[in-house]
């Protein structure tokens, strides 16, 4: 399933953006902090509808076609999770046969083996009698992606779904969402993560494109300084991925004065120093 974004205008959020994510593809969307990330993936899932421009599935204006037929297509995993908290974790997965299911809305016994395949998946078949209300951020990732897993999407929309993943866990989901072989359309923060998950890289800053390409010439020094203003060292892995280096601090850093304690320099408008070694002052 082929996804082709053309000029899309939105409020003050984006500006002329187009991009095209191919099919079977993983296709990355990174940049700054209110960049737009969100609001574009947001156009693409029919969330909202841009004020200009077209967003293509298959050649189809997502907006001339039913909600229904593009939610039997489409699984997304938001950051804002939208099932009813009081639901059990099995039956917020088996939502996602919903765009599927006949006029008598009965999961058939190969749905329900789906519903349960998914979870194994996900690693959350043990929390399956659980309300989704009282899970930890990480398993709440996990069972929005299984629902999504058993929607069979021909195209998956993921905003941010490592976020509250441990590394062992954010491996696993990448390996598997590169595994389905579905289009991919997805946001990370983490560039690390992104370089290795995605074929392509998109970089929105202030609501435009500014690069699209492979991750390999897209994660370059000059970009991290350009748009994400950090300098960081970008190295060449042998597997010729890029290895990115952030100027993390050490111990001892300059704060100002207004915020320091720990009898750093008082007076306003002076950097004070803070040692992370020390104990606060109470
Ligand atoms: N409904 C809205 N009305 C007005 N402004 C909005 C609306 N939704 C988002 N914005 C603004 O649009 C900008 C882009 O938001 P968006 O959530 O798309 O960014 P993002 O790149 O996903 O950010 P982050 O990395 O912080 O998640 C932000 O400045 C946000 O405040």
């Given at each position: 399933?082929?996804?082709?974004?053309?000029?899309?205008?939105?409020?003050?959020?984006?500006?002329?953006?187009?991009?095209?994510?191919?099919?079977?593809?993983?296709?990355?969307?990174?940049?700054?902090?209110?960049?737009?990330?969100?609001?574009?993936?947001?156009?693409?899932?029919?969330?909202?509808?841009?004020?200009?421009?077209?967003?293509?599935?298959?050649?189809?204006?997502?907006?001339?076609?039913?909600?229904?037929?593009?939610?039997?297509?489409?699984?997304?995993?938001?950051?804002?999770?939208?099932?009813?908290?009081?639901?059990?974790?099995?039956?917020?997965?088996?939502?996602?046969?919903?765009?599927?299911?006949?006029?008598?809305?009965?999961?058939?016994?190969?749905?329900?083996?789906?519903?349960?395949?998914?979870?194994?998946?996900?690693?959350?078949?043990?929390?399956?009698?659980?309300?989704?209300?009282?899970?930890?951020?990480?398993?709440?990732?996990?069972?929005?992606?299984?629902?999504?897993?058993?929607?069979?999407?021909?195209?998956?929309?993921?905003?941010?779904?490592?976020?509250?993943?441990?590394?062992?866990?954010?491996?696993?989901?990448?390996?598997?969402?590169?595994?389905?072989?579905?289009?991919?359309?997805?946001?990370?923060?983490?560039?690390?993560?992104?370089?290795?998950?995605?074929?392509?890289?998109?970089?929105?800053?202030?609501?435009?494109?500014?690069?699209?390409?492979?991750?390999?010439?897209?994660?370059?020094?000059?970009?991290?300084?350009?748009?994400?203003?950090?300098?960081?060292?970008?190295?060449?892995?042998?597997?010729?991925?890029?290895?990115?280096?952030?100027?993390?601090?050490?111990?001892?850093?300059?704060?100002?004065?207004?915020?320091?304690?720990?009898?750093?320099?008082?007076?306003?408008?002076?950097a004070g120093t803070y040692d992370v070694s020390r104990?606060?002052?109470?």
């Amino acid at each position: 399933m082929n996804v082709e974004v053309q000029g899309v205008h939105w409020l003050h959020v984006l500006r002329d953006v187009s991009l095209t994510a191919g099919s079977g593809r993983v296709t990355g969307l990174i940049g700054p902090n209110g960049s737009g990330k969100s609001s574009l993936l947001r156009c693409v899932y029919r969330r909202i509808r841009p004020d200009r421009g077209r967003v293509l599935i298959d050649g189809a204006d997502v907006w001339r076609t039913p909600a229904r037929e593009v939610a039997r297509q489409v699984a997304v995993v938001a950051q804002d999770t939208p099932a009813d908290l009081d639901d059990s974790v099995e039956h917020v997965v088996a939502l996602g046969r919903i765009p599927h299911l006949g006029a008598l809305g009965r999961l058939s016994a190969a749905e329900r083996a789906l519903v349960a395949e998914a979870m194994e998946t996900c690693e959350v078949t043990g929390l399956a009698r659980r309300p989704f209300a009282t899970l930890s951020g990480g398993e709440r990732q996990r069972v929005q992606l299984a629902r999504a897993l058993v929607q069979q999407p021909r195209l998956l929309i993921l905003d941010e779904p490592t976020n509250h993943l441990d590394p062992r866990h954010q491996v696993d989901l990448l390996r598997l969402v590169r595994a389905l072989g579905v289009t991919v359309l997805v946001t990370l923060h983490d560039l690390q993560l992104a370089a290795a998950a995605c074929d392509r890289l998109v970089v929105l800053d202030g609501g435009g494109v500014v690069a699209d390409g492979p991750v390999a010439q897209v994660v370059t020094e000059d970009l991290l300084r350009a748009v994400y203003r950090v300098e960081a060292e970008v190295e060449r892995g042998r597997d010729g991925l890029p290895r990115i280096f952030l100027p993390l601090p050490g111990p001892g850093g300059t704060v100002p004065a207004a915020l320091a304690r720990n009898g750093a320099a008082g007076g306003t408008g002076h950097a004070g120093t803070y040692d992370v070694s020390r104990e606060p002052a109470s």
